[in-house]
């Protein structure tokens, strides 16, 4: 078994422990949470360890045979050989291995953040567990029926995690949760076992099927050559333009794009803050990754096609994003919508389809997770203590806690796109990509880069700023359990700013691969 | 010795890094000396490089390191030196150690001493880093680097409201004009290949800048205007102007370093560093003489009526900085970096000596003051140094620079901006001798605050008597009589910029203007033959024009920031009552639709069989049709 395997399988394996073993204390519950997430971490840092830089391609492969469907039932190329093997496939490349680490570094951090008061911890830390475990296995799945499978597992945990555990108006937040991806979903669906069929020769032109016809596979590096090479007589342009647009609305909802997004700053505020650190941090992601792998990977030419309808979504989704958390007055919808304008970056980089772009837009996604964590857990901490996070009732915080009061304003800064910060090197990327191909479209989404630091900069002088509110006198500043966690982040964050090549030189791998692809 | 020069940027980072360690409680003692002792050796490491580079001009070199592939392009990190940063090394280094020395005893018994010295040593790195820099990226990531210095240092007092608000406004106005700048390097970039200063100019110089959607000469000035925006921010000018004097609200010493002396002037840097591409664009070197001569126009004529001692200072650096980009525009380019220097030495000066000042008598308004030179004589001497710089008078520093500055304007054929420019210097001298003599000499108008006042001791005293020294001979680095070295030095950097040949009549009409404006300051608030009441009542509407700054901030108040909020308000208001009712139209549909279908859950077998056949029938009809059979 590999490396990559255990480690989706360990947070699993240490929420399957904490669900069936009766009798266990809190504390025990969360030990094991934090067992799991950290072996994650741990072999996560092995696989980056034994990756190698000169192999193009996925490493540390691990496939599980579970059943085969002969090509008879499922009738995708009646002609050609082939049965269709189901199973469960891991692996990792230069896209995956950070986004693991972000994913198994965030979830340890909020099951440190966790509140020491939560209730029925069996189920929460199970839960966060599963979620992790789920999160895990969608950004290493090799094969789309895992990719489905993990993708459900984060999607029904998150559920219940903002049902059970969140705060004001929990359950209409975490219905609009579910029944968004869950039709995210379906059309994922769609779009992926589509193209698998398309690719085995089910849409096109019998003869060119026939020649080109290899069997219906799930397996995605088998997919990706195949669509590499496979004619448009043989996959008709048609259906795969119809795919494409089924693949391009999973995208939006799973990265709450404009005007698919009004899931995300509902459910930001009804989560607790170890919630919305999964889902702000890692979860919000996957949209961009789908794009990434899927999109760029296996329709690059209808990325090209439909690349102006993707840009001018990238402007609007910068520009809606960033008036919208001007005008909100509590910080977790602020963030919400300011991670909506981080990613509509993503969506212009990706969009412009150039090497830059590209890299651009996967740097933005670990910069946006480890930023938009950071001011989750952050606002958190504060809302503890002042027990709101409305940005008017709050101010002055400077004084009677500046040490969160500095994570908070590096957070901000590094949301603004500071340099030397990750959102920075993340900005420049994503925009030397969209000038290159779109420069009015990056000239219009280029004002964003005024208009994040008009709201954050606003709210941080309402909050930490000013003259300090009586009531906020006597609150203790952050303790050891906080400022660990903000110091990694905030580390991690001047990290990526001041030496990117260390994730760069990954991210570049896998560019590259996708750009052979795309041509 | 140039191959060191990264040592000057290197020890105030060491002296930042060490005060950060030291934490917020260090002894303000060895917090000073710390900072002092490595800011004066980065000093002297300056002077070295700056004597290197002069006695051999093949030095002159770039040195760069690997530091992210994008696509098949690698973007380098590193340092240069040319003689045009040799000497910014110089100017910012001894004007950052004598700040550094002066705070010690303005900043004494504040709560966050060791904090204030942190943020100053971070912005002293961050701009030698600016300076330094061998390409346009590395320069933005520290000119971004310097403006949050610039928003932690005026919100240092993060308790008052209005320094709250200035931090905020300073670093939004100056990052409108960083998006220009921003997308104007990532064109370059795109159309070179490089961030490299170098390999832009190069490719500028023999036309081989392009883009596909843009001719040639069009992203030459288009680049260049996008650069100019972001010096437009940086350096306060029209009209982007407004964050400058609000920014008054931080201490002092951080008025006169970073608001006065170096990062502001960072934005006459850049154009003086992408000379070579706005050589290219004359439309672009116009459009910089034009904002140049404007701003130097308007800062004096809003000088001319503030209370706030500091703001008048503030609105007479962004007139200078006027001066200096006039001068760039109109290819004085040795001129306009020399103006540059001597306003660092003669600007800092002044802020300091407004520092001692404030720090005697606790307020900013001139009317409080009054009768100060027997209590404070040395900041009064000092203080009469940078004025009699400022407004030009022969021989102090300001008069050679500002006038080789108005020499090259009317001798380059643009007689409206020497007209503008001569205007502005008679107002210059107008309004620093009105703060001269409202603080310094005449009867005390605040008695209680006159009787406790003092000098602020060596510490304070001692940088003022340095900088008003080169305020006083500072001009004479560049004087015919020395052949004008500093133009020669400036000029081995390559064929930049265009000489004048001095001429007589024009230097005495400036000197007269001058006069005439110390003059009037004189009559008004010296000896007092008019009352100043009466001559403000007389201009009516044009005295509250200035004094209300020409209406700037009510204007971007409502119309920039205004739209702002209302288009927020807008998107907010679609984002709520659009497209989430939609959703929750979609959902109501849907939870209706399951009212009506639950109606089918008849619970009588009979029912559901027949349903259960239909569809069995349907599944096995589609299944023939389609594979032929599934059994």
Redesign the interface.
């Known amino acids: 078994m590999g490396l990559v395997f255990w480690l989706v399988v360990a947070p699993l394996i240490a929420g399957l422990v904490i669900l069936l073993v009766p009798r266990l204390g809190a504390a025990v519950h969360r030990g094991l949470a934090f067992l799991g997430s950290a072996a994650a971490l741990v072999l996560t840092a092995v696989a980056w360890d034994q990756f190698q830089y000169n192999i193009t391609g996925f490493q540390h492969v691990t496939a599980l045979y579970w059943f085969t469907l002969p090509s008879?039932w499922h009738?995708a190329n009646?002609n050609g050989p082939g049965n269709l093997i189901i199973g469960l496939s891991f692996g990792v490349d230069g896209l995956s291995l950070p986004l693991l680490a972000l994913t198994s570094l965030i979830s340890l951090l909020a099951i440190v953040a966790a509140k020491r008061s939560v209730e029925r911890t069996r189920e929460y830390y199970f839960w966060i567990s599963l979620v992790t475990a789920g999160l895990l296995g969608v950004f290493c799945a090799l094969d789309l029926f895992t990719f489905i499978a993990a993708l459900e597992i984060t999607l029904f945990a998150m559920f219940f995690l903002i049902y059970i555990f969140g705060e004001e108006r929990r359950q209409s937040a975490a219905f609009?949760f579910l029944?968004y991806r869950g039709l995210a979903t379906v059309a994922l669906l769609v779009a992926l076992v589509g193209i698998a069929y398309g690719a085995a020769g089910a849409y096109g032109s019998q003869q060119a099927a026939t020649l080109s016809g290899t069997g219906l596979s799930f397996d995605i590096p088998t997919l990706t050559n195949v669509m590499h090479t496979v004619s448009t007589q043989a996959f008709s342009s048609h259906a795969r333009s119809w795919l494409f647009l089924f693949l391009l609305l999973a995208v939006f909802i799973e990265e709450a794009f404009?005007?698919f997004?009004?899931w995300l700053p509902t459910a930001h505020e009804s989560a607790d803050t170890p919630t919305s650190m999964m889902l702000g941090g890692v979860l919000t992601k996957t949209g961009a990754y789908i794009l990434l792998r899927f999109g760029v990977g296996l329709l690059p030419g209808e990325v090209r096609q439909y690349g102006v309808l993707i840009a001018v979504f990238g402007a609007i989704n910068i520009l809606?994003g960033a008036?919208?958390a001007?005008?909100?007055t509590d910080w977790r919808r602020l963030i919400a919508f300011g991670s909506i304008s981080h990613m509509g970056l993503v969506l212009l980089g990706i969009a412009a389809l150039?090497?830059?772009g590209l890299?651009g837009a996967m740097f933005m996604m670990v910069s946006s997770g480890l930023l938009t964590a950071l001011l989750f857990f952050l606002v958190g901490a504060i809302k503890d203590r002042t027990e709101t996070s409305r940005i008017p009732a709050l101010g002055?915080l400077?004084?009677s806690l500046?040490m969160l009061s500095g994570f908070l304003l590096v957070a901000a800064?590094g949301s603004l796109g500071?340099?030397?910060t990750s959102g920075?090197?993340s900005e420049?990327?994503a925009?030397?990509g969209g000038?290159?191909t779109y420069?009015v479209i990056?000239?219009v989404g280029?004002?964003g880069?005024?208009?994040s630091?008009?709201y954050l900069?606003?709210a941080?002088?309402k909050t930490?700023?000013?003259?300090?509110d009586p009531r906020y006198g006597e609150l203790v500043d952050a303790t050891p359990r906080e400022y660990v966690p903000a110091l990694v982040l905030t580390a991690l964050v001047l990290f990526i700013g001041i030496d990117?090549?260390v994730i760069?030189?990954l991210f570049?791998l896998s560019?590259n691969a996708l750009m052979r692809i795309g041509g | 010795m140039v191959a060191y020069a990264w040592l000057v940027p290197l020890l105030p980072l060491v002296a930042y890094i060490f005060l950060l360690c030291l934490g917020r409680r260090a002894p303000e003692g060895i917090v000073t000396g710390v900072s002092v002792v490595l800011t004066f050796l980065s000093f002297l490491v300056s002077v070295a490089v700056f004597r290197a580079v002069g006695s051999n001009p093949d030095q002159v070199a770039a040195y760069t390191f690997h530091w992210l592939t994008v696509g098949s392009r690698s973007i380098s990190v590193g340092f240069e030196v040319t003689h045009l940063n040799a000497l910014m090394l110089v100017v910012v280094t001894l004007v950052s150690t004598l700040v550094l020395l002066f705070s010690k005893g303005y900043m004494h018994h504040d709560d966050r001493f060791a904090v204030f010295y942190q943020y100053l040593n971070l912005f002293v790195f961050s701009m030698l880093a600016l300076v330094i820099s061998p390409n346009f990226l590395q320069l933005y990531i520290f000119w971004e680097m310097v403006g949050l210095c610039s928003y932690l240092l005026v919100g240092f007092w993060y308790f008052k409201p209005e320094a709250a608000l200035a931090a905020k406004k300073s670093f939004i106005v100056t990052r409108i004009g960083d998006v220009g700048l921003f997308a104007g390097i990532i064109l370059l970039f795109l159309a070179s290949g490089s961030f490299d200063y170098n390999t832009i100019f190069v490719a500028a110089a023999a036309h081989k800048l392009t883009l596909g959607w843009i001719s040639g000469q069009a992203l030459v000035t288009l680049t260049a205007i996008l650069i100019f925006v972001g010096a437009i921010g940086k350096s306060a000018q029209f009209p982007l102007h407004v964050w400058l004097p609000d920014a008054m609200e931080g201490p002092t010493p951080v008025s006169a370093l970073i608001h006065a002396a170096t990062m502001v002037a960072a934005g006459v840097y850049l154009v003086a560093r992408a000379y070579p591409l706005f050589q290219a664009s004359p439309a672009a070197l116009t459009t910089v003489a034009w904002i140049g001569g404007i701003t130097a126009l308007l800062g004096a004529l809003i000088a001319l009526t503030q209370r706030d001692i500091k703001r008048v200072i503030a609105y007479s650096t962004i007139s200078q900085l006027g001066y200096m980009m006039m001068a760039l525009g109109v290819g004085a380019y040795a001129y306009g970096v020399f103006h540059l220097m001597t306003h660092a030495f003669f600007k800092a000066l002044l802020f300091l000596a407004a520092g001692s000042v404030i720090h005697a008598v606790h307020t900013q308004d001139l009317f409080e003051m009054g009768g100060l030179h027997k209590k404070l004589p040395l900041t009064t001497w000092t203080f009469l140094a940078g004025a009699l710089a400022l407004a030009g008078i022969v021989p102090f520093a300001g008069f050679w620079s500002k006038d080789d500055i108005m020499s090259a304007t009317l001798q380059s054929g643009h007689t409206v901006l020497y007209v503008f420019a001569l205007v502005a210097a008679f107002c210059t001298a107008f309004y620093i001798f009105r703060v001269f003599f409202l603080t310094f000499t005449g009867e005390p108008r605040n008695p209680a605050k006159y009787e406790n006042a003092h000098e602020g001791g060596w510490v304070m005293n001692l940088p003022l008597v340095v900088l008003a020294v080169l305020a006083t001979v500072g001009g004479f680095f560049n004087t015919p009589l020395n052949g004008n070295g500093l133009e020669k030095y400036l000029l081995a950097d390559g064929a930049v910029g265009v000489t004048y040949s001095e001429n007589v009549p024009l230097m005495a009409l400036s000197v007269v203007i001058a006069l005439l404006g110390i003059l009037l300051a004189a009559i008004l608030y010296w000896r007092p033959l008019v009352k100043p009441e009466r001559l403000a009542r007389g201009f009516g509407f044009l005295y509250q024009l200035s004094y209300r700054k020409f209406f700037f901030d009510e204007i971007y108040g409502a119309v920039v920031v205004g739209g702002g909020k209302v288009m927020a308000a807008i998107v907010d208001g679609v984002d709520r009552y659009i497209v989430d009712a939609i959703v929750k139209l979609v959902g109501r549909v849907v939870y209706y639709l399951g009212l009506g279908l639950k109606y089918t859950q008849t619970g009588q077998v009979q029912t559901y069989g027949v349903v259960a056949g239909f569809g069995l029938f349907i599944i096995l009809a589609i299944a023939m049709y389609r594979v032929g059979g599934v059994f």
């Open positions: 008879l009738g009646p609009k029944l404009v005007p997004h009004t809606y008036f919208a001007w005008a909100q150039n090497a830059v890299q002055g400077s004084r500046p800064l500071l340099p030397l920075f090197i420049v990327q925009f030397i000038f290159d420069p990056s000239f280029v004002l880069v005024i208009l630091a008009v900069l606003y941080m002088q930490t700023f000013g003259p300090l990117p090549k760069g030189e570049g560019v």
